[in-house]
């Protein structure tokens, strides 16, 4: 307020304007404009400083005093109350009114009242005293002195409290404005203006522009150079910083698309080009470096990273950062162990050793260092190795744990498929079945029939001849299944049908019809199952029938070593049209296949032995066969496999003789087959394979062997 009054004291003399430098356009080309000097005022009432003596004065001069003395204490309010009395003094010879006015005049000034302070110095320009009308007629143009200088004063002070707040384009607007602003102006008043507009292009990085608006500025007063000085440092470093932030920005956007690697290179790069770059920006790009060093594993490095960031006390957001990315990096680290157990537990799985990998879902499961959606996530590959394991009681538990509550969405997700899954695994009852056909060509159509189990000799064509032939397969089958109360046991009813309608060769058209009815019984505790029920099988041959059997079957199949071991009876009594062909046939098999039954190696041995009432007749076989099938490519709802299966069938055929002087025949047949070719499979549903099949018989009757090459076409479709 001292200040204030200071500046407009009208005793305190004349003062004079300064020049001042108007930088105009868009070059910013310099232009002088120079505001007429200040008008002169008259001396105010009181010119002396002496103290005066109260005691001699009259009771109006000395409220007169006493309101100078409010003024210039700044107590503008109680000289105002002072002043408004005296006003009303009756006219005396000292014009005490008049005096009073031109001193209100003044209060008025200072209260920015301009228009008041107007009419009550026109109002004093009356007084007979002369020198109070002196005072008044210079006033009246000190006043609108002081208006412009105020007017000045109140449109920098609107364009600073834009920017301020944060309002860089209106107050920027505005501050250009006040280039233009006509006399009067305060003394430094446009070098104030462009070191604004050289502080707003700063903040908008336009470096550039604000180097142009300081080399417009006159630094000859030297509050006015010291702030122009500290913009100078501050526009270097800024611009600096801009530099350095945008080098940190582009290399984080790789990130962000995906090339985490790419961006830890170029942050490193950018923090050792721009060591000199301030706190903030270095700090920020450490952050950022050190999270992406998390995201690629890379723990202890972003940890010494994190641990060299500078954090001034007072910056709250960084020090925020810095321990949340902190934790992030210890959860991620946990999230890589246990990913990475995950991955292991599931490659000893895929590799068949489902043993290890159980161990392995279970440590997940009960550490508590581990988040949430690592133990579902181990939960819901346990229930995989569970089902197959024929537990189906723990594979549900585990799903419904996670179903309950998902950690995450796409556990959430998850959790539905797997239920969906296990549900159409474990039906309370269920009829699937399939429906295919295809066509086939064979160079030597009649070998297949010789290669029946049991047929050989009969097929009715030379066997040292070749007859080449086409034929229709349409093959159909069907599964129900009735679980049995509340366990996972099935009563079963399955059939299937095989229909092969030779093209010329009639005499061998083929017709094979089995069916059985049993039950399944699971054994969770040694990871097995147990199968066993009736049988019935049927054959025609060239239109009539041929044969037909009941029987009984028994099966036990096991997860042993990471396979899936399976060995099956059947015992059929079968009722021949042949004669001497009626009697049991039996056959014991033993199979070992990947324990997910899809991908992989499977293999197996057959006995089979045939038994007619005929006693002269015995014929046993050995089959030996291994296949092996792989995933070829995927193609949208397209999975294309490769299958490739091989077997040898080393058979004995004796007739022996009852006469005394008769001698036994003994008849060894080897037979060989290889089959190759690409499976496609639509929506699992739908297969399409197309095979080629070659086929060795070596029958020591004869003199040569029996080939066939085989081409087959098939489309099939499950329901």
Known sequence: MKNLRANHVLRAGLVTAASLIVATGAGHAAAVETCPARPQTAPAAKATTKTPNLAKMSPSARR?????????????????????????????K????????????????????????????????????????????????????????????????????????????ESETQFEALLSQPCPLPEGYIDRVQLRLASISTKQNDFDEAER???????????????????????????????????????????????VAGAVEAEKLALATYPTASAPVLSGGQLRLSDHLSRLGRFDEARTVLSAVHINAGDADLATRRDEIAKRIDVREMDAKASDLLAQA?????????????????GIIASPQFAPEWHQRAKLRKATLLRRGYDFAGAKAQIDAVAAAPA???????????????????????????????????????????????????????????????????????????RLGSSYNY???????????????????????DFNLGAVIYLPSLAAKVEGGLLYDRSHRGGKLLNQGLGFYTSYSQLAMGRRVTGRYEGLKMDDRRPGRDGWRHSVSLEVAPATGEYGLAGGIELFHDQPSDITLRQSAVTVSAGYVWPMLTRGSWQVDGDVAVSLRTGRYDAISTSASGADEHRKIVRTRFEVGPVATYKQTTQVRVTYAWLDIDDNKVNFNRRDNQVRVSVSRRF
């Open 94 to 169: 000292n014009d005490t009114a008049r005096r009073a006015t031109i001193r209100l005049a003044r209060v008025r000034i200072q209260q920015g009242r301009f228009d008041d302070a107007r009419a009550l110095a026109t109002q004093a320009s009356a007084s007979r005293d002369a020198k109070v009308k002196a005072q008044a007629t210079a006033m009246l143009t000190d006043i609108d002195y002081r208006q412009g200088i105020a007017a000045a004063r109140n449109r920098f002070d609107q364009a600073e409290a834009l920017l301020k707040s944060g309002n860089l384009t």
């Open 491 to 513: 009563l079963t009813a399955a059939g299937r049908a095989t229909v092969t309608d030779q093209w010329e060769l009639d005499p061998i058209d083929r017709v094979k019809i």
């Open 64 to 92: 007169l005093h006493a309101a100078d003395r409010a003024y210039d204490a700044g107590q503008f309010d109680e000289a105002e109350t002072l002043l408004l009395k005296l006003m009303k003094t009756p006219r005396d």
């Open 408 to 482: 995450t969405p796409s556990l959430a997700a998850s959790a539905v498929t797997a239920s969906d899954t296990f549900a159409a695994e474990t039906p309370a009852r269920a009829f699937t079945g399939s429906l295919g056909g295809g066509l086939q060509y064979d160079d030597n159509a009649p070998a297949l029939v010789a290669a029946i189990p049991g047929e050989e000799g009969t097929a009715p064509y030379d066997p040292q001849q070749s007859y080449s032939d086409a034929a229709t397969v349409v093959t159909a089958g069907g599964e129900y299944r009735h």
């Open 213 to 259: 608006r300081l080399a417009a500025v006159d630094r000859s007063d030297a509050n006015i150079a010291s702030a122009a000085g500290e913009l100078d440092g501050s526009v270097v470093q800024k611009r600096l910083d801009f530099t350095a932030r945008t080098a940190l920005d582009a290399a984080a956007s790789k990130a962000e698309s995906g090339d």
């Open 346 to 362: 599931d490659d000893e799985s895929a590799v068949n050793h489902p043993q290890k990998a159980m161990v392995i879902y279970d």
